[in-house]
C-alpha cells in the first residue's frame, strides 16, 4: 500500500475539519474540562512548589535563575498540552490500527496516509494545558523586567513550532516501529516518563543524560531551546541546530513510515 501527496492547502483544510469534528466530540462532555483544569493546576503547583524548595537553598539551578526556570515550566507544561492534544492521540491510534489490521480503511482514502493519521484526533479539553502554560510563560517574562524584546517573542513562536514538529516526528517513528515490532504497549508509559525529564533545563543534566535528551529524545528542542528564546538566552548555535535537527527528522520519519507501510499487511491482504 502507498501514501498518496496531499498539497498543504488540502491538509489545512483536512486539519481545521478534524479539528471541528473533534471538539463537536468533545463539549457533549463539557465536565472534562473542569476535570482536566484541576489536574493541570494540580500538576502546575506541584511544579511551583518544586520551584520554591530549590530555590529556597540557591539563587540559581545551572545558571538559570527562578523566573528563567519559570518559563522552563511554563513551555514545558504548554508542550505536554500539544502532545496530549493532538500528537500523542493519534500516534496512539495510528499504532493500535497497525497491531489490529484496520490501518487499510485510513489508507483507502484519497489522501496523503500520514497527513489523515496524524490529524483525526484533536482532545480539545487537553489543550487546557496549553493555556496554562502560556500563562505561566507570559508570569515569567513579566519577572524578567523587560528583558524580553519582539525578537525574542518572534524566535519563541518559531522555535516552538519546530519544537512541536521534532516531538511528532519523535512519536510518528515510534508508532511506525509497530510495522516491525509486536510489543509496542509500553510507547505512552515510556515517553511520559522520559518527557518529565523537560521540566528542567537539559544542561543541568550529567553529559551523557544531556545528550540523549538532545539527539535521542528531543526534549532539549522541545523544551529548552523555546525556552531560552524567551529569556533572552538563545545562541544562534542553538537556533540553528533546532532547524537542522527538524529538518532531519520531518525527512526520516516520512522515510521510516513510508518503509513501514510497504510491509503492512492488514485486514484486506
Given amino acids: 500500500m502507498r501514501a498518496d501527496r496531499t498539497s498543504a492547502p ?7 475539519l478534524f479539528l471541528r469534528i473533534g471538539a463537536l466530540n468533545e463539549l ?5 474540562f473542569f476535570i482536566q483544569l484541576m489536574q493541570s493546576l494540580l500538576a502546575l503547583a506541584t511544579g511551583l512548589v518544586v520551584l520554591a524548595l530549590v530555590f529556597d537553598r540557591t539563587d540559581e539551578l545551572g545558571g538559570w535563575s527562578r523566573p528563567q526556570l519559570l518559563a522552563v515550566l511554563g513551555v514545558f507544561t504548554l508542550m505536554g498540552g500539544i502532545i496530549r492534544s493532538v500528537i500523542q492521540p493519534n500516534m496512539q491510534r495510528l499504532l493500535e ?5 484496520t490501518l487499510d480503511y485510513l489508507l483507502l482514502k484519497p489522501e ?22 502560556g500563562v505561566v510563560v507570559a508570569a515569567a517574562v513579566v519577572q524578567l523586567e523587560g528583558r524580553v524584546g519582539w525578537l525574542e517573542a518572534a524566535s519563541f513562536l518559531g522555535l ?7 516531538i511528532y516526528c519523535f512519536w510518528l ?10 510489543r509496542m504497549d509500553e510507547v505512552q508509559e515510556l515517553f511520559t516518563g522520559i518527557y518529565r525529564a523537560g521540566a528542567y533545563p537539559v544542561g543541568i543534566y550529567p553529559g551523557w543524560l544531556r545528550a540523549v535528551l538532545t539527539f535521542l529524545v528531543p526534549l532539549a528542542f522541545a523544551v529548552t531551546v523555546p525556552a531560552e528564546a524567551v ?6 548555535g542553538n537556533a540553528a541546530l533546532a532547524l537542522g535537527m527538524t529538518a532531519a527528522l520531518v525527512l526520516v520519519s516520512r522515510r521510516v513510515f513510508r518503509m513501514g507501510l510497504r510491509r503492512y499487511s492488514g485486514a484486506s491482504a
Avoid: H, P
Fill in 10 to 16: 488540502d491538509a489545512a483544510r483536512l486539519t481545521v
Fill in 28 to 32: 457533549q462532555y463539557r465536565a472534562n
Fill in 97 to 101: 490500527e497497525i497491531r489490529l489490521g
Fill in 112 to 133: 496523503d496516509g500520514q497527513v489523515l493519521a496524524s490529524i483525526r484526533e484533536v482532545r480539545i479539553w487537553q489543550a487546557v494545558d496549553i493555556l496554562v502554560g
Fill in 160 to 166: 516552538l513550532a519546530l519544537g512541536a514538529t521534532t
Fill in 173 to 182: 517513528m515510534l508508532a511506525a516501529a509497530g510495522f516491525w515490532l509486536v
Fill in 231 to 236: 529569556t533572552g538566552r538563545l545562541e544562534q
